[in-house]
């Protein structure tokens, strides 16, 4: 069997950490807390979202909190991601694995309804088996949502399947499908904090595709 890819989406296909900084600032800025830096936040971030505030404020937000600074978040982050464009290379490497006829899917935690419009919206849909968004809420990790997706595909088996994420969120999915991992340093974690997840790193993405072919084979 040939190897199979699972995709993230934001920070890995989609070059969104400008625009996930600026929507942060400005939910911060509603509750009175100062902007993060970019640097600050790679160092950081972390899921479920709600310990990725614990972890800047010291403490986790209240449920009224946590509403606002959700829906600021999201109101802020759409608007800001209709600028925003796919990884460099992300395009390429896609259309080109499916001409040699090899799988690939996509397993995100962006909310499923938002999630498949703006994947169509930059011409990629065709390239994956499935398209799969968070349809619950936000306050679990992936490994739950990756075991439905791998049971979606079929007949896809997990030791030749490799995630490819920019959080160590898909480290955790992976291992716990018994899959692989590559991740990939232009997204949300610094290199050094993605070091820990004890899985090749990357720094582009012909680079993480290049070692997920190794390992996987």
């Not at 290049?210 to 996987?216: H, K």
């Amino acid at each position: 069997m040939s190897t199979h890819l699972v995709w993230d989406w934001n920070g890995t296909l989609f070059h969104d950490i400008d625009a996930v900084i600026e929507a942060t600032n400005a939910s911060f800025t509603e509750l009175g807390l100062p902007p993060i830096t970019i640097d600050r936040y790679r160092e950081l971030y972390c899921v479920p979202v709600p310990l990725f505030y614990e972890r800047l404020i010291g403490r986790l937000p209240s449920d009224a909190e946590w509403e606002v600074m959700d829906a600021t978040f999201h109101r802020y982050y759409w608007t800001l991601a209709e600028t925003c464009g796919l990884a460099e290379g992300a395009a390429e490497l896609l259309a080109a694995r499916r001409a040699a006829g090899l799988t690939q899917s996509l397993c995100s935690l962006a909310p499923h309804e938002q999630l498949v419009p703006i994947v169509a919206a930059h011409g990629i849909t065709e390239h994956f088996l499935r398209v799969d968004g968070r349809r619950g809420k936000a306050t679990e990790g992936k490994a739950a949502q990756m075991v439905r997706h791998l049971e979606s595909l079929g007949p896809v088996d997990p030791r030749r399947t490799v995630v490819i994420g920019d959080a160590l969120d898909d480290a955790v999915a992976a291992a716990h499908v018994g899959a692989h991992a590559v991740l990939y340093t232009g997204g949300s974690h610094s290199r050094a904090t993605l070091e820990t997840a004890g899985v090749p790193v990357a720094d582009s993405l012909a680079e993480a595709v290049e070692l997920a072919e190794r390992i996987a084979s």
